[in-house]
């Protein structure tokens, strides 16, 4: 298994390419995206909840022998993204509805990369870790976004944090990966 902490610090170092740091828009987290992809080239990677795509086009650029989907309600994302890397496939939906759509287009590819930034609420988060589970590499890195104790509704009475610490496996966090937030990452 890689050194996840090694890229994590290695994700503060800017790019030298000045495509690929635009992408990156400074984030440390996008770098540390691109960073895995790179070293663990796994069969494909996921990021649920996209916007604009940054990170889904860093994955597609780190290693054009891995799948990346892209899944969001929104239509935020460039048309150009997907003709820019055919590795990418973008799924407009919303992330419970498009595990089903993402799992036809894996054919036989485990996911091995998952970005999870589609929303602040624990509950939806986990219905996306029990629906996307299945279709993960035996070596994966589930990374969350937004795992702060902040976020708490009456409707919503769990944290992003009890999601992500409720979670099985190895966990590690990173303050400050994104916009000064932190960053959790599940590995087996």
Partial sequence: MINVDAMARQAYVPFTDGRLEALSATQPYRRFLFLLVERMRPEAALEIGMDYGECSALMAAACVSTMVFGVDNRPLVPESLARQHANFRFVHCESLGAAEVVRKLLGARRIGIVLQDSSHHAELSRLEWEYYRPLLADEFVWVCDDVTPAFRTADEPRSMEDYFDALPGT??????????NVIGVVTP
Wanted: aromatic share 20%.
């Fill in 171 to 180: 966990k590690r966090k990173f303050p400050g990966l994104h916009w000064g």
